[in-house]
């Protein structure tokens, strides 16, 4: 068998090997507190299913890579009341399948395998999508390590590599840290790109999922030379529907256009009628911060008590912990596992040593487990 050898480079893939543990353990019939994977358990709101049954014709043909305008129409009228930014729904936005599929193809966009000018920086720890996408594409992937704060900044890059750079990743609120960047940061790292000429990707999929204040957008510094990537999978519950959306600079949306007409990633337009109502909506994503706010608060406080350091974790769904002395994150989740706590090792996130440290907790199990999983986790030492 003679496999593409980036693929065969690659590690296997985080949420498998986590899925893996979880069914090794459910199968010895032991219970499981699941905080692995970020797939919320919390049902999609009635009224968002609802859309999807009237929506499928007897007849559903292709749907088109641009989607129907009400999709288009309804993301930017939130982005208008989110953030106060105009966004043109004919030019500027487009539906992707899931926010994973636009991160994953973005490098199609500017790399060039055979060019030396092909970094991919990106955020370490971060979502190895990020990582993934620029190897398969031929780019030369490069980590951004990030540590303290979690906070990134690019302008500490060294010139020589910004100069070999096309595309910049960030992704705020971070995960697995819950770091957020300030409209400061963003605006430095939009002046940077542009002195640059180097494509600006925002992965902002965690927009609406925050505990204390809202984060902002790239899109309130400018559009330029920007694009940015939204879901719907945590802000409403629909992981399973593959919605998200990609919004920024016209001319770069045209392009990226182009390019989705190749390889069939347009999403159904009975998903799109759904995404259209879950936009156009924000009292539904509110009630959804209030339930993951309780959860943080709980576990917040628990872990605290315990001894253990929170880190960063002021948007997103994720706890970012510190292990405690003795330990490395891999080993301590590890021990919670033996206990039936199932949590990601910061190792999982990063390409280089810096989620070692760390374990990452998403807010995944609802409140009466996560208190059920703080009595077991007290035992744990
Ligand atoms: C930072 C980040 N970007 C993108 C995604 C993909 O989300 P989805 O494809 O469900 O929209 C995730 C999923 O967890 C994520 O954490």
Same mark, same amino acid.
């Given at each position: 068998?003679?496999?593409?050898?980036? %693929?065969?480079?690659?590690?296997?893939y985080?949420?498998?090997?986590l899925?893996?543990?979880?069914?090794a %353990?459910l199968?010895a019939?032991?219970p499981?507190?699941?905080?692995?994977?970020?797939?919320?358990?919390?049902?999609?709101?009635?009224?968002?299913?609802?859309?999807?049954?009237?929506?499928?014709?007897d007849?559903?043909?292709?749907?088109?890579?641009?989607?129907?305008?009400?999709?288009?129409?309804?993301?930017?009228?939130?982005?208008?009341?989110?953030?106060?930014?105009v966004?043109?729904?004919?030019?500027?936005?487009?539906?992707?399948?899931?926010?994973?599929?636009?991160?994953?193809?973005?490098?199609?966009?500017?790399?060039?395998?055979?060019?030396?000018?092909?970094?991919?920086v990106?955020?370490?720890?971060?979502?190895?999508?990020?990582?993934?996408?620029a190897?398969?594409?031929?780019?030369?992937?490069?980590?951004?390590?990030l540590?303290?704060?979690?906070?990134?900044?690019?302008?500490? %890059?060294?010139?020589?590599?910004?100069?070999?750079?096309?595309l910049?990743?960030?992704?705020?609120?971070?995960?697995p840290?819950?770091?957020?960047?300030?409209?400061?940061?963003?605006?430095?790292?939009w002046?940077?790109?542009?002195?640059?000429?180097?494509?600006?990707?925002?992965?902002?999929?965690?927009?609406d999922?925050?505990?204390d204040?809202?984060?902002?957008?790239?899109?309130?510094?400018?559009?330029?030379g920007?694009?940015?990537?939204?879901?719907l999978?945590?802000?409403?519950?629909?992981?399973g529907?593959?919605?998200?959306?990609i919004?920024?600079?016209?001319?770069?949306?045209k392009?990226?256009?182009?390019?989705?007409?190749?390889p069939?990633l347009?999403?159904?337009?009975?998903?799109n009628?759904?995404?259209?109502?879950?936009?156009?909506?924000?009292d539904?994503?509110?009630?959804?911060?209030?339930?993951?706010r309780?959860?943080?608060?709980?576990?917040?406080?628990?872990?605290?008590?315990?001894?253990l350091?929170?880190?960063?974790s002021?948007?997103?769904?994720?706890l970012?912990?510190?292990?405690?002395?003795g330990?490395?994150?891999?080993?301590?989740?590890?021990? %919670?596992?033996?206990?039936?706590?199932?949590?990601?090792?910061?190792?999982?996130f990063?390409?280089?040593?810096?989620?070692?440290?760390?374990?990452?907790?998403?807010?995944?199990?609802?409140?009466?487990?996560?208190?059920?999983?703080c009595?077991?986790?007290?035992g744990?030492?």
């Amino acid at each position: 068998m003679r496999l593409n050898p980036r %693929l065969a480079a690659l590690p296997t893939y985080p949420t498998v090997i986590l899925d893996q543990k979880r069914d090794a %353990l459910l199968a010895a019939g032991r219970p499981v507190y699941d905080f692995g994977t970020g797939d919320p358990t919390e049902p999609t709101p009635a009224f968002i299913r609802a859309r999807v049954g009237p929506a499928i014709p007897d007849n559903c043909r292709y749907p088109t890579v641009l989607g129907g305008k009400d999709v288009r129409e309804a993301f930017a009228g939130w982005a208008a009341r989110r953030f106060g930014v105009v966004l043109d729904p004919a030019t500027q936005v487009l539906p992707s399948s899931g926010s994973k599929e636009a991160v994953f193809h973005l490098p199609l966009l500017v790399i060039d395998p055979d060019a030396s000018d092909r970094a991919v920086v990106f955020p370490d720890p971060g979502y190895s999508v990020y990582y993934r996408g620029a190897v398969l594409a031929g780019g030369e992937p490069v980590p951004q390590r990030l540590d303290g704060d979690f906070r990134q900044r690019p302008w500490d %890059l060294p010139t020589e590599l910004l100069r070999r750079t096309r595309l910049l990743w960030i992704n705020s609120p971070h995960n697995p840290s819950g770091a957020v960047l300030s409209r400061d940061d963003l605006r430095r790292t939009w002046e940077l790109c542009r002195e640059h000429d180097i494509l600006l990707a925002s992965d902002e999929c965690y927009a609406d999922t925050w505990f204390d204040e809202p984060p902002p957008s790239i899109l309130e510094v400018a559009s330029e030379g920007v694009i940015a990537i939204f879901s719907l999978s945590k802000r409403s519950g629909m992981t399973g529907y593959r919605t998200g959306m990609i919004a920024g600079d016209a001319r770069w949306m045209k392009k990226l256009r182009e390019l989705r007409t190749n390889p069939g990633l347009a999403p159904q337009d009975f998903v799109n009628a759904a995404a259209a109502t879950a936009w156009a909506d924000d009292d539904h994503a509110e009630e959804r911060r209030g339930l993951f706010r309780a959860k943080r608060d709980l576990l917040a406080g628990f872990l605290t008590g315990h001894g253990l350091q929170i880190v960063a974790s002021e948007a997103s769904f994720y706890l970012w912990v510190r292990a405690p002395s003795g330990y490395n994150g891999q080993r301590y989740a590890e021990r %919670l596992l033996d206990a039936g706590i199932m949590t990601n090792p910061g190792s999982a996130f990063a390409v280089t040593d810096a989620g070692d440290p760390y374990i990452r907790l998403a807010l995944v199990p609802d409140l009466d487990t996560c208190r059920a999983a703080c009595q077991v986790w007290s035992g744990v030492r």
